[in-house]
Each structure stands twice: as structure tokens, then as C-alpha cells.
């Protein structure tokens, strides 16, 4: 899977720039604050949905602007799709070879991508939510399914929280089942996805992870449910009724998906407690290239890797190696200084200067 054609309008701080991309490496390289975090905001945006920073869509808009434009000829094995986001101050629109798409579901699957920056030490040294945050928004671009259970799941979460904060118990008693039997479905769909998911990528970040340290550290990756046991619908009904009085107390679900965590062992101990920045650093490198080895034997193709600002934190060594597993993966690569991180490398170089190419 690639990009053959990147467009941006009004989007931060460009007013329309294209950007052509290559089948390998793609280095963006300019000073701080130029547009090379906001050029891989777009293409994570395109992938999910989402953008990985800002809280509001509207904030992505050039400022002045009303409305801010990202486009996408991609290619996969299945062909060429052109993916389109209008995003404006009332809301965004999204078009997949020029159809409007309601569903935000439907755009997943048509550009896969994996994101690395420095801010994915949150995956190992972060909350649990950091964790979770991570798996669904894999598993989400490699299944529609799951997707729209978690859409489901949370919905119908926040509707029961909602209830639990009403004054009348005896109304709340008489709801809460009804809620309840619709969450067990859901959350049942989320944890087997998330066991097959963790089934694949626990080995491969191992393996990941031997590569980049020469095998110096071990790391272990398990799920941390929250619920346990095969029938996790039924475990979960039976975990929530006896949490009633609990949850009518602190008025939120205290059981469920919404809870579950990994658990990251370095040597045996937990990388999130005891592990050194560096060593966060490597896990969670590890990760991303498990991820893009589950994207190659999921999805058929490799997806597109975005490498926002890692390679100056990264030893020689590393960046050698992570190079060397990037080979046959388009990946655009954000940086300051170019020399020290390609070494000759055959690379497409874009300088970015002020929200635009300098050519
Ligand atoms: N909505 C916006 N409108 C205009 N400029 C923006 C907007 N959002 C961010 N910017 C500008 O984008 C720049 C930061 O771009 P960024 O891609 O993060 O830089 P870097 O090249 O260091 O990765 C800043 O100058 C910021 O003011
Ligand atoms: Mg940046």
C-alpha cells in the first residue's frame, strides 16, 4: 500500500501544497515548526479518521480559513483509491473515489498506516487507556468489525454511566439490565478481537525486540483483562451485577473492555515501572514494527509507516536497523537534519519551509 499523491489545502499551516510521494523512504526535513508533524497528521488522519493531536477536527483548519482539504491517490493491491476529507467548522465530510461516506467505519481499510513518534513512549510509560488507545486504532484499520463494536461498546458505556448518575435507584435497577445485555455482547466481540490481535503481536514485538537490542533484552508483551474466562459475555453480566451497588455509588461501569490493559515486561519487570527511558524508547519501537508485520500478513501488503521525529532520538545502531526493516515499506520520515540519518540511502527529499515544499 502507498501514496502516490499527497494534497493539502488550508490544512495548518499550508494553503495548498501536493506532495509526491515515492514507493520507499520519503524524508521531510526543514527546522521546527515548519509543517512536517502537521504533513503526517494528514496521512494519519486519512487512515483513522482521527488526528493523533488535535481534540477538535475544526483545529486543523488553516486559521482564517473555513474549511481545510485533505487528499489521497493511494494504491493498494486492489487498485487505485482517491480519499477525500472536507473538514469545516460544522463537521467533514469524507469521500472514497469521489462518494461521500457517512460512516466513519468505511473509510478504514483503504489506507492502512502505522505512526511512530516520540510521543508513543506513551504506549509503554502511559496509562492504561495509552495501551488501549493503541489496539484499537490497529485492530480498528485491520477490522471494520471491530471498529463498530467499540463504537457500539461505547455508546452504549456512556449511556449506562449516564443512568448510574440518576437520582432514582429503584429506576436505575430496572434500566441497568437492559443496558447491560447489549454491553456483554459487544464487549465479548472487543475481547476476542483483542486476544487474536495480542496472539500475533506479543511473539513479534519479542522478536522485534531481540533484533534491535541484539538480543541484550527480553520483552514480553501479555493481555491484562479485565475480564477473565472463555465467556467473557456471560463473566462480564455476572461481574456487573454483582458491581451494582458499586457502580450506583461511583457512578460509572467499573467492570469491562473499557478496563483492560497489556502488560509489558523488559528482563522480567515491567517496562512501564521499572524500565529506562531508553528502553521505553526500543519497546515501543518494537511495537510499531510488529504492527506493520501484522498489517503485511492481514491486510497482504505492507501499510505506510510514519517515522515523526524519531530517527535523532534513536542511536546509530537503531536507526541502522530500523532502516533495514523499513526496506519495502513506503514510509514517510520526518527529520531536521537529513545527512545523519540515511546513509546514502536512495531517499525522496522534500524540504518543507513555512507550510510549504521548497524546491
Ligand atoms: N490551524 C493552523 N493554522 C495555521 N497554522 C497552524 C495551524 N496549526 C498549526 N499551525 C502551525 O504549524 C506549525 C507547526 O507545524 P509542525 O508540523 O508541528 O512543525 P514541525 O515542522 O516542527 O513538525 C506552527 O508554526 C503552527 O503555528
Ligand atoms: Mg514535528
Redesign the pocket.
Known sequence: MRIKVLTLKN???YKEETFAFSEGLNV?Y????????????AVYYLCTGTSPRARKDR???????ES?HIAALAESRFGEVRIEADIRESGRELRINGEKIVRNADLLGNLRGVFFSPDELRLVQGGPEERRRFLNVSISQLSKSYYTALVRYNKILGQRNALLKERSVSMILETLPVWDAQLCAFAAELVRRREEYIARLAPLAAEKHAYLTDGAEKLEVFADRCIVGDDVAKALAKELEANYEKDIRLGFTTAGPHRDDLKILINGTEARVYGSQGQARTAALAFKLAEIAIFRDVAGEPPVLVL??VMSELDLPRRRKLLAEVEGVQTVL?C?HTEKVLFGKEVNKIR?V??AIRR
Do not use: S, V, W, Y
Open positions: 490544512f495548518r499551516n521531510l526543514g527546522r521546527n515548526a515548519q509543517g512536517k508533524t502537521n504533513c503526517a497528521e483545529q486543523m483548519i488553516r486559521a482564517g480559513e481545510a515523526d521525529d520526518t531536521t518543507i513555512n507550510g
